[in-house]
């Protein structure tokens, strides 16, 4: 089965073509436009001109990954920026093998979203092909079964690993499926603890109440004027501080790290910075880092272990508390290396017996691939809807 996927709920516009066969998936085009560098220049994304830029980019990207499948697999190739010729524009010949299109209808930003769920209505009108709604939630965390064989064998559909990716520890011989499953989505917009039971059984755990984690990682670094993207130019400042050994560190809040609930809360960390910002960053520092760019590295480095702190120590609890078999990591703030070292670690240590899940790092962030699996499971609980059924929601949740 052939699916090609769309996703334009934010800042990338992405297509992807997913051969799956047996219990197996090849990923034969896999086309990422980001508009990161557009937006870098107002310090976050702006919805009109996303839906713009997603407007100007859908079909070069689908014509693009239509080149790619018919060319055959070209691992995980993607393309920061997409120029098509125009007289290639006829060709679209992998219409004929596609049996199924995917696409995000949300959660995300309304006028991006609809650019996405347009396209892939007018194409499976056009085709007369089937089409799956996925939720951009769901989407990321299937970001953990790219590359993962299902078991055809078994009727619960549950999944077993190839080979043993260090991102991936599934001890194969206690291994008696994934479910139930403990997933912490971190992304520029989302901030979630989910029970999955199964395929397409979701239970909200808990959430932010205000910030998402990427939000805040984008806030800080408006503060520190590190520019946009905030969260890998966060991670890239406190990693320096972590080669240099710097002795130097501040103290910053781990909020709601002891409350009850699976709940989150980022704003108060966002603010701390920037009290630390406005106040000065000498009535904190040593003597050696006065100046706010000499403390940057310093700041970078302590705001990011007071979120990973927060974010490991309720994924621990609630994964006891809910038994999980496997813990998964998904969204865009899974890309943070720090984060991603420390979850392992934290699972390896606390839960000797649970497996865990981490995307490969091109999958954390917004991208079609997850978007062609997600649908991909979807079919074994959901009927395929038609293109008169489809909507895109800003606001769709998962659970
Ligand atoms: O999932 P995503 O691509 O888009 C949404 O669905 O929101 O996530 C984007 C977010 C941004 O806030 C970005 O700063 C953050 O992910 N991000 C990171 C890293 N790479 C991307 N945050 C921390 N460390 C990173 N390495
Ligand atoms: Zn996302």
């Not at 089965?1 to 516009?13: K, N, P, R, Y």
């Not at 991006?112 to 347009?118: K, Q, S, V």
């Not at 395929?199 to 520190?224: I, N, Q, S």
């Amino acid at each position: 089965m052939f699916i090609l996927a769309i996703e334009t709920s934010c800042d990338e516009t992405a297509v992807a073509v997913v051969k799956f066969q047996g219990s197996g998936h090849r990923i034969l085009a896999n086309i990422v436009s980001s508009q990161v560098k557009i937006h870098a220049k107002y310090g976050g994304v702006v919805p009109n001109l996303a839906s713009r830029m997603h407007l100007k980019n859908i079909i070069p990207c689908i014509i693009e990954a239509d080149r790619f499948a018919s060319r055959g697999y070209q691992r995980g190739r993607t393309r920061k920026s997409v120029r098509v010729d125009p007289r290639s524009y006829p060709r679209l010949s992998a219409s004929t093998n596609i049996d199924l299109i995917a696409v995000t209808i949300g959660p995300g930003l309304i006028p991006a979203l609809l650019i996405g769920t347009n396209t892939a209505k007018a194409l499976a009108y056009a085709w007369d092909k089937p089409i799956i709604g996925v939720n951009h939630i769901e989407a990321h965390i299937y970001a953990n079964f790219v590359g993962i064989r299902r078991n055809n064998a078994d009727k619960n559909a549950e999944i077993t690993l190839k080979g043993s990716a260090s991102n991936r520890r599934i001890d194969q011989r206690r291994f008696s499926g994934i479910f139930p499953a403990l997933c912490l989505v971190v992304s520029g917009g989302h901030t979630q603890l989910i029970l999955t039971k199964g395929h397409g059984k979701y239970k909200l755990l808990g959430e932010t109440r205000d910030d998402a984690v990427g939000e805040a990682f984008d806030k800080v670094a408006k503060l520190l004027n590190l520019g946009y993207p905030g969260g890998p130019a966060i991670a890239a400042k406190a990693a320096k501080f972590k080669i240099e050994n710097l002795k130097f560190k501040i103290d910053l809040p781990r909020p709601m790290i002891h409350s009850k609930d699976f709940d989150f809360s980022f704003s108060g960390l966002k603010t701390a910075v920037l009290y630390l910002v406005k106040d000065g960053v000498a009535t904190f520092t040593s003597r050696s880092d006065r100046s706010l760019k000499a403390a940057t590295p310093s700041i970078c480095a302590s705001f990011q272990q007071a979120v990973i702190d927060v974010l490991i120590a309720k994924t621990i609890r609630a994964a006891k508390e809910v038994k999980a078999k496997t813990v998964m990591l998904a969204g865009g703030v899974a890309a943070n290396k720090e984060l991603r070292r420390q979850f392992k670690k934290a699972i390896k240590e606390e839960l000797p017996n649970t497996c865990y899940l981490i995307p490969d790092t091109q999958y954390c962030t917004d991208n079609a691939v997850m978007v062609a699996v997600a649908a991909y499971y979807r079919l074994l609980h959901n009927k395929p809807q038609t293109w008169k059924d489809i909507e895109a929601n800003a606001n769709l949740r998962i659970a």
